[in-house]
């Protein structure tokens, strides 16, 4: 016999109205499933903050110490939890990250174990991106030691990622500026960990205290991390420690048998286009009022001629100095960069840029309304601006202590493009208001002097590569030689056409015995010719410059 429930009427209790308040104000006294586990949280049942603040020192930095990251790369199993958490605790744009997952792996030696490394700031002794911010946009915690950055500051002038050998500032077009890890500085000031600290299974992130003179002393012994830049630029403070990786504190990675995964995989750097406009175009200026301040102190040229090359001269240096401002993200805060003065080589290339463009211009304008003389103190002294402005912009990535960018390559291109071109633009300008078959031959010839400089540094870079060879030199030599071979063509194409084929031609006619040469052959075309083409192979060079430059990174960065 099957019991058939009660009719609904009779399964209704009845509830009065003190008994229906009562049970409403129980319900409300009782706690939701959040304030349960608050509950539970402070009560220490479920006391997970114990394990967060484990990971944390116990005091605060004495006097020479800072906070630093510890790794344990033993612990680490590359599942990149670390990196997750660092972008979602700190609201990171959908393709930005502020720390990196790599491996390193052992070449020489099969028994050699694989090694995940997670990196991120090091935060710095002697951080690079704060001494070459032309706006003072970080600052070094004098208590902590932590790098920060100063977003309402920052100008998105993007030099501090040059100048940090770890390129750990990441660049937001949508916001123009540069930004990066903090150590997740508020929560240590609530006496919480940092999002990778956190959200690491295995705890292998910590913070520790470092003495920042051990710090350097560790630097200059290169004991730092395998495949990994020199230390000894920045000071870097962060401790890795592996028992499985013997070498590991070995920076020399090759020697030790220990590569990068990534190593043999450089990616093309950003070209930088304003940038490239704004080096050739102010080089090539300076070029042309050096030559126009030579030949008129020796009487060489009339006065048209000299208004000819100030005007010329003027033109570049006030294109290529705006189109400087194409590469910034606030360009309306440029006006800052005289407060890096004192450290920052791109403060001085700003200062010493900015107003010559504007003194050239004043000379070219005071020339026009026959102010002679004041127009020729204001061309010597815009030209003593202008070649300043010329070695700060050298010294801008000689600085950074790249190996494709060191003097002995930076100054010879740099030089060759300020002379090449101002040679290029001379010739022009002389076989325009007058022929002078003396003058034309001694520039044709000074072009391929110049040119054979430029050829001799392309060459002697290349076969120093070959001769001692680097991981980041090996690098980019693989770039010149596969994906960027069409433009380096181009560019030695370039350079041959305009710095040695026309020239010679030139030399050629100008020291021809027969005095009809001059005015029978097409020599104005051809040396507007050479000259575009020379300017076309300096555009193309200085863009595989930033290109092709494939600096040492930690494992695992693959910007």
């Not at 504190?249 to 030790?256: K, R, V």
């Not at 450089?266 to 090539?284: D, E, Y």
Request: hydrophobic share 45%; with cysteine.
């Amino acid at each position: 016999m099957v019991n058939l429930p009660a009719p609904m009427e009779k399964r209704i209790p009845t509830v009065s109205a003190d008994n229906f308040l009562r049970q409403l104000l129980l319900e409300q006294q009782q706690l939701t499933a959040v304030g349960e586990f608050s509950s539970w949280h402070e009560q220490q049942t479920m006391d997970h903050a114990a394990h967060y603040r484990a990971l944390l020192p116990t005091s605060s930095p004495k006097s020479g110490e800072q906070l630093a990251f510890e790794v344990d790369l033993d612990a680490c199993s590359g599942c990149k939890a670390c990196v997750t958490a660092c972008h979602n605790l700190n609201g990171l744009e959908e393709a930005e990250t502020w720390r990196h997952v790599g491996m390193l792996l052992g070449i020489s030696d099969a028994s050699r174990p694989q090694q995940y490394v997670t990196t991120a700031c090091h935060h710095c002794v002697e951080p690079g991106c704060l001494q070459g911010c032309p706006v003072q946009a970080y600052d070094k915690d004098p208590l902590t030691g932590i790098v920060r950055h100063l977003d309402d500051q920052c100008i998105g002038c993007q030099y501090c990622i040059l100048m940090c050998p770890y390129e750990v500032p990441q660049y937001s077009a949508a916001k123009g500026i540069v930004r990066k890890c903090d150590m997740c500085r508020q929560r240590l000031e609530a006496g919480d960990a940092p999002a990778c600290v956190a959200g690491c299974p295995n705890q292998a992130i910590r913070i520790t205290i470092v003495s920042q003179q051990t710090a350097r002393q560790r630097a200059q012994t290169s004991t730092f991390l395998a495949a990994s830049p020199d230390p000894s630029l920045t000071i870097p403070t962060t401790i890795y420690r592996s028992a499985k990786l013997q070498n590991v504190a070995d920076i020399q990675g090759e020697l030790a048998g220990i590569v990068a995964a990534n190593d043999t995989l450089p990616h093309i750097a950003h070209p930088h286009f304003p940038l490239v406009a704004m080096l050739v175009l102010t080089q090539m200026s300076v070029g042309t009022l050096l030559l126009e301040r030579i030949f008129f102190a020796a009487g060489a040229i009339d006065a048209r001629a000299s208004l000819a090359l100030l005007i010329v001269s003027a033109a570049t240096g006030l294109v290529g100095g705006n189109a400087a401002a194409l590469h910034l993200g606030k360009p309306f805060g440029a006006w800052r960069a005289w407060m890096g003065l004192r450290t920052s080589w791109l403060s001085r290339e700003i200062v010493t840029l900015g107003p010559y463009g504007g003194l050239l211009g004043l000379a070219a304008l005071l020339a026009l309304l026959s102010f002679t003389t004041l127009a020729s103190c204001l061309s010597s002294l815009a030209l003593c601006v202008g070649i300043v402005g010329v070695i700060s912009s050298a010294m801008i990535y000689v600085a950074t202590g790249r190996d494709y960018w060191n003097a002995s390559r930076t100054f010879p291109r740099f030089l060759g493009s300020t002379l090449g071109l101002g040679l290029g633009v001379a010739t022009v300008v002389i076989l325009a208001s007058r022929n002078q078959p003396t003058l034309v031959a001694l520039l044709a010839l000074a072009s391929l002097m110049v040119a054979s400089v430029q050829a001799f540094s392309l060459n002697e870079s290349r076969r120093r590569r070959q001769q001692y060879p680097s991981r980041s030199l090996e690098r980019t030599a693989l770039l010149l030689r596969n994906a960027l071979s069409d433009a380096f063509q181009m560019q030695m194409s370039a350079i041959v056409c305009g710095g040695f084929l026309g020239p010679m031609i030139l030399l050629l006619i100008a020291t021809s015995s027969q005095e009809s040469a001059m005015q029978q052959t097409p020599v104005f075309p051809i040396a507007v010719v050479s000259a575009v083409t020379l300017l076309l192979g300096n555009l193309l060079e200085r863009m595989l410059y930033f290109q092709a430059c494939t600096p040492a990174k930690m494992p695992g960065d693959d910007r």
